[in-house]
């Protein structure tokens, strides 16, 4: 399977004022994305998540190592808007992502940066925005919409520049329930249609969603498996101060009285089944 | 409250004048606010009354939707108005202690007045009719000839879009602040001039601090859609002079001329 | 003290045709000491009612008192209202603005016209009850703290003010799970320590569960009910038909019991959860 973003021994420092030590964001750490996967990256903050984010495409350069986007190397300055173009990015801010004051030329932006021709903009822009469901708001002002609306034409924008991954750095992070529960929807919609997701998040019921989860703590890689891998370690992700998914929690607790829940548990339907069929 | 701001305010619709080229939208209402001071007589303000009736006909925004426009300006009406009908000498009509009122002042005033309501609407008419971003395209375009000898119109239509896109927001924003420092026991109106400036400082370092905040953020995600200054980018909304932008330049001319020749020559 | 809101209502643009009812005829009391839980969906009218509870916004019908005064009544100057009733508005790290975290602090205080001395005491003591280190952080700037640092700043400058009453909008929103558990601990043990009412208003079922006394639940500028957190989330109906979910543990023990499980309705805490399951298992196991 193509590996659509290899990270190979990327260091990430921030650099400080004279004299005093860099600090790390990102501590040696090595990884591969396979084209059309869901990666979930958790951390608390200042383990390198968002860090991380910006160095896949290329909003920073990692001080050590490689970054490669579809075979693109980040630092090649004569490449960079081709990581960008095929690695799209929806921040946490739904209102800060947003140029223009009308939706959609807000999600035209893009393909008009990318130079595409004006008969396939207005197409794009049109199909992007019914793939978010915000076709009825083109014309809107953005400031009258809701958080979850905004973040939903901050998508759009992203994905009328027909990117093959998109990267969403915490995008729920402000939102309400509600609008958790869009985003999230239209998030495993773009991977049905084969769009690879990298979600950097910190809500557990999101991670477990993905195909796999990375745990980041001080800027190395903790943890790397499937959901059910990653979350059956409970002790150690509440030693860096990450929340287990609800059921986790849940199932701990059962085994602390004597019901022997098996490790792969980790959402709601598995432990539905499991409590049903339990002799 | 604040969202009320009708004047720049985008009326979306699919009329003609919604149509046209912004260009042409831009150069029609110079000229419009131009020959509003060629004008100088009342048959010339009927002129212009007249085609401007047309234009918002045309245009279909509801006739409230404009009206509003001039509620923000209705004191700095009735102040002009007042002005030029006390202070202006002449036939006195009516006097009461030291104010009176002339034949002069009254036709002073009323064509002051008529003027500055013309020029208000016209001008609406433009921001009504064009979206902000054909406004600023427009300019931009406008402009580019200038770009030979450096001066950079793109940027200066892409701050000019960013600045009417955040409008709203740093205003909501203000709003937020100011609620937070008064539920602080802050207070912004009583005390002296220098209090009161001081008072103001809890509002405008976080609202410098959100305004640098945004702009971080939007630089970021402007990189992240590919964005890299004005060669070669496309437009969704073409600018391509059709049949009606001819037509309206035409007419422009003629209106223009019309003016011109009443303000010289027609008998008043 | 107290607080009664009675027959509250507030009309945004009256008489425009942009006329809206923001908060119709709402009533209901906080007791002494009591932790109120406000929930309701984005929109419902949950920030416009908190600003009339500190006099930021006037009814067009009804009034709030708090303990004795009627703060909608004519005359009363804000001053008395805001020693009495501290509101920490969502995403309070906005409002910062000092050069220090002390400064930041004391300036509640000093719109309260106190002494200096009775400022810094005020200030030490609201930055130790929001869990920070008074003389480590004191002299440095806000702008460079983390986030959860930032907010408890923003909620050290309003526990300064020593309110009767503490009302707090959001106060986890944004915030990574490790700052958003030490808010909310910070909330509890300023309860704890103050005696004071408490209002918390958010979006997260599970919290409002476990720290409230009461809770009421606000739709479209509709109350539309109130109670223990028993009470309240054991009507799923309702809740659902107002755009709420249950906590997330009470949503699990109410498809157990839908599929037929013999649990005790309305379970809001893991433990409590774990528990039922077991005994209900065992007690399946034997019988079958």
Same mark, same amino acid.
């Given at each position: 399977?193509?590996?659509?973003?290899?990270?190979?021994?990327?260091?990430?420092?921030?650099?400080?004022e004279e004299g005093s030590e860099p600090v790390k964001a990102i501590d040696g750490i090595s990884f591969e994305i396979e084209a059309g996967s869901f990666t979930a990256i958790i951390g608390k903050n200042g383990s390198?998540?968002?860090?991380?984010?910006?160095?896949?495409? *290329?909003?920073?350069?990692?001080?050590?190592?490689?970054?490669?986007?579809?075979?693109?190397?980040?630092?090649?300055?004569?490449?960079?808007?081709?990581? #960008?173009?095929t690695a799209g990015m929806v921040f946490q801010n739904p209102d800060n992502q947003l140029v223009s004051a009308i939706v959609e030329d807000d999600v035209a932006f893009g393909p008009e940066n990318l130079g595409v021709d004006p008969q396939e903009i207005r197409q794009r822009v049109d199909q992007a925005l019914e793939a978010v469901n915000m076709g009825q708001f083109k014309n809107k002002a953005p400031h009258l919409l809701s958080g979850g609306q905004k973040q939903r034409i901050a998508i759009a924008g992203v994905v009328a520049m027909k990117p093959r991954c998109i990267i969403f750095d915490e995008p729920t992070a402000m939102l309400d329930p509600k609008g958790r529960k869009e985003i999230m929807a239209i998030i495993d919609e773009l991977h049905r249609e084969g769009i690879t997701v990298v979600l950097i998040t910190h809500f557990? @019921?999101?991670?477990?969603?993905?195909?796999?989860?990375?745990?980041?703590?001080?800027?190395?890689? +903790?943890?790397?498996?499937?959901?059910?891998?990653?979350?059956?370690?409970?002790?150690?992700?509440?030693? /860096?101060? +990450?929340?287990?998914?609800?059921?986790?929690e849940l199932a701990d607790e059962l085994r602390a009285v004597g019901i022997s829940v098996p490790d792969e548990i980790i959402t709601e339907e598995e432990m539905v089944a499991y409590v049903c069929q339990y002799e | 409250m604040i969202r009320d701001i009708t004047l720049g305010q985008f009326y979306p619709g699919n009329s003609w004048v919604h149509k046209l080229d912004p260009r042409v939208?831009?150069?029609?209402?110079?000229?419009?606010?131009?020959? +509003?001071?060629?004008?100088?007589?009342?048959?010339g303000f009927a002129i212009a009354a007249v085609v401007l009736g047309v234009i918002i006909a045309v245009s279909k925004v509801p006739l409230s939707f404009i009206v509003r426009g001039l509620k923000p300006i209705l004191i700095l009406l009735l102040?002009?108005?007042?002005?030029?009908?006390?202070?202006?000498?002449?036939?006195?009509?009516?006097?009461?202690?030291?104010?009176?009122?002339?034949?002069?002042?009254?036709?002073?005033?009323?064509?002051?007045?008529?003027?500055?309501?013309?020029?208000?609407?016209?001008?609406?008419?433009?921001?009504?009719?064009? #979206?902000?971003?054909? +406004?600023?395209?427009?300019?931009?375009?406008?402009?580019?000839?200038?770009?030979?000898?450096?001066?950079?119109?793109?940027?200066?239509?892409?701050?000019?879009?960013?600045?009417?896109?955040?409008?709203?927001?740093?205003?909501?924003?203000?709003?937020?602040?100011?609620?937070?420092?008064?539920? #602080? *026991?802050?207070?912004?109106?009583?005390?002296?001039?220098?209090?009161?400036?001081?008072?103001?400082?809890?509002?405008?370092?976080?609202?410098?601090?959100?305004?640098?905040?945004?702009?971080?953020d939007l630089a970021m995600a402007m990189e992240a859609r590919c964005y890299r200054g004005g060669e070669h980018r496309t437009r969704m909304h073409e600018m391509k002079l059709k049949g009606r932008d001819y037509a309206a330049i035409v007419m422009q001319a003629v209106f223009l001329a019309i003016i011109i020749i009443e303000a010289n020559f027609a008998p008043w | 003290m107290s607080i009664r809101v009675e027959h509250l209502t507030h009309i945004y643009d009256k008489g425009l045709p942009t006329e809206q009812i923001a908060l119709e005829d709402i009533n209901f009391? /906080?007791?002494?000491?009591?932790?109120?839980?406000?929930? *309701?969906?984005?929109?419902? *009218?949950?920030?416009?009612?908190?600003?009339?509870?500190?006099?930021?916004?006037?009814?067009?019908?009804?009034?709030?008192?708090?303990?004795? /005064?009627?703060?909608?009544?004519?005359?009363?100057?804000?001053? @008395?209202?805001?020693? #009495?009733?501290?509101?920490?508005?969502?995403?309070?790290?906005?409002q910062l603005f000092e050069e220090t975290v002390a400064k930041d602090v004391a300036f509640g205080p000093k719109n309260l016209g106190l002494s200096d001395s009775e400022i810094e005491e005020r200030v030490r003591e609201a930055i130790e009850l929001v869990g920070l280190d008074y003389e480590e952080i004191r002299e440095r700037s806000p702008f460079e703290l983390s986030g959860g640092q930032k907010r408890r700043v923003a909620i050290a400058g309003v526990v300064a003010m020593r309110p009767e009453v503490l009302i707090l909008d959001e106060p986890?929103?944004?915030?990574?799970?490790?700052?958003?558990?030490?808010?909310?601990?910070?909330?509890?043990e300023v309860h704890r320590r103050t005696g004071n009412i408490i209002i918390l208003v958010s979006h997260n079922m599970a919290d409002i569960a476990r720290v409230s006394d009461k809770i009421i639940v606000i739709d479209s500028g509709h109350l539309v009910t109130t109670g223990t957190p028993r009470e309240v989330f054991s009507q799923k109906e309702l809740l659902r038909g107002v755009g709420l979910d249950l906590p997330p543990i009470t949503e699990f023990t109410e498809t157990l019991r839908e599929k037929g499980m013999e649990l005790p309705s309305t379970i809001l805490d893991t433990r409590e959860a774990a528990l039922a399951i077991a005994k209900a298992l065992r007690e399946k196991r034997t019988k079958g």
């Open positions: 399977m193509e590996k659509i973003i290899k990270v190979q021994n990327v260091s990430f420092a921030y650099s400080r390198g998540k968002s860090t991380l984010a910006k160095n896949l495409n *290329g909003l920073l350069l990692p001080t050590e190592g490689d970054i490669l986007v579809a075979d693109y190397n980040t630092k090649d300055d004569a490449h960079i808007w081709d990581v #960008r173009q557990m @019921e999101e991670a477990v969603r993905a195909d796999r989860v990375m745990i980041m703590h001080e800027g190395k890689i +903790l943890l790397d498996g499937t959901p059910a891998e990653v979350f059956s370690q409970g002790a150690l992700i509440k030693s /860096v101060n +990450l929340d287990v998914p609800p059921i986790v | 939208k831009i150069i029609a209402t110079l000229l419009f606010l131009i020959e +509003l001071f060629i004008v100088n007589d009342f048959l102040f002009t108005f007042a002005l030029n009908i006390f202070m202006i000498n002449g036939e006195v009509l009516w006097s009461w202690g030291f104010l009176h009122i002339t034949r002069e002042g009254i036709r002073t005033a009323i064509f002051m007045a008529v003027r500055l309501i013309l020029l208000i609407i016209g001008s609406s008419m433009l921001t009504l009719c064009t #979206r902000p971003l054909s +406004l600023t395209d427009g300019i931009e375009r406008l402009l580019s000839p200038f770009k030979k000898i450096g001066l950079p119109a793109h940027e200066i239509a892409m701050m000019m879009t960013i600045a009417l896109r955040f409008i709203p927001t740093l205003l909501d924003e203000t709003d937020k602040i100011m609620k937070a420092q008064q539920a #602080r *026991g802050a207070d912004f109106e009583s005390g002296s001039v220098i209090r009161r400036a001081k008072s103001l400082i809890p509002i405008l370092v976080p609202l410098f601090v959100s305004a640098f905040r945004i702009a971080q | 009391a /906080v007791e002494d000491g009591e932790l109120l839980g406000v929930i *309701g969906h984005t929109g419902s *009218g949950k920030s416009t009612l908190l600003q009339h509870l500190n006099g930021l916004l006037k009814p067009d019908a009804g009034r709030v008192i708090v303990g004795d /005064v009627d703060i909608t009544a004519l005359g009363v100057s804000m001053v @008395e209202i805001r020693k #009495r009733i501290g509101l920490v508005f969502q995403y309070p790290e906005y986890t929103a944004g915030l990574d799970p490790k700052a958003h558990h030490d808010v909310l601990d910070m909330v509890q």
